[in-house]
């Protein structure tokens, strides 16, 4: 039996647990019952980081990680990593790299997730490597990831990529298995559909509070 386990708890949100640490990714949806050993926030908008929940698993011990105008919003230590900075907790590792919008604007000129404003996340731990997308566009940088495991991507479209782009994505990067996430009410099934007739990767449609062994 595998010691990595991802819980989706929907839309960004991920509880990853291995033999000795639990690690919120993205805490906004789902159930929130067990204290972190780590927290990890791709971006400081509310559906990817609310204060409410990280409340819920934050202890004395809990490391925050997130970017820095998080930091400026809360009244407790938070560790931030630039992109391809990284930072070792036992015998898990997180780096950040980048995660922006070239292609998807609020106003012209104003895109969604400007290139500095958040980051994606590396999580490397029992010998697996597991990438969180964050909020963000098929970007270049994504095609230097090499060795994933598993690749957890944002394909609903409108803030991030859609089915078609995370797909093009996931078949750039070439990992093992791949997860959608940040689906809205798009359809997943299309993704997969699109990655699997193209590339030997492994898609697996969680639904919210369903669990994976990696």
Not at 26 to 37: F, I, L, R, S, V
Not at 38 to 63: C, M, N, W, Y
Not at 82 to 88: L, M, Q, R, V
Not at 115 to 141: Q, R, S
């Amino acid at each position: 039996m595998s010691d990595l386990k991802l819980k989706w708890l929907g839309h960004a949100s991920w509880k990853i647990t291995t033999d000795d640490k639990v690690i919120y990714v993205d805490p906004y949806q789902g159930e929130y019952d067990e204290e972190a050993d780590i927290i990890l926030a791709s971006h400081s908008h509310q559906d990817h980081f609310d204060p409410k929940k990280v409340k819920l698993i934050r202890g004395e011990k809990t490391v925050v990680i997130a970017p820095s105008d998080v930091a400026s919003k809360v009244n407790y230590p938070v560790k931030s990593l630039k992109p391809n900075e990284e930072a070792t907790f036992g015998k898990v590792t997180i780096k950040a790299v980048e995660a922006y919008n070239y292609k998807r604007f609020r106003s012209p000129g104003n895109p969604f997730h400007p290139k500095g404003f958040g980051v994606g996340y590396l999580i490397k731990t029992e010998g697996k490597v597991v990438y969180h997308a964050g909020d963000t566009d098929f970007i270049p940088e994504m095609k230097d990831l090499k060795g994933l495991d598993l690749v957890l991507v944002p394909s609903g479209g409108t803030y991030t990529m859609d089915n078609a782009e995370a797909a093009q994505a996931v078949i750039a990067m070439h990992p093992k298995i791949t997860i959608p996430m940040h689906i809205w009410d798009t359809n997943p099934g299309e993704f997969k559909r699109m990655v699997e007739s193209e590339s030997d990767i492994k898609v697996s449609v969680l639904r919210p509070g369903e669990t994976f062994e990696l």
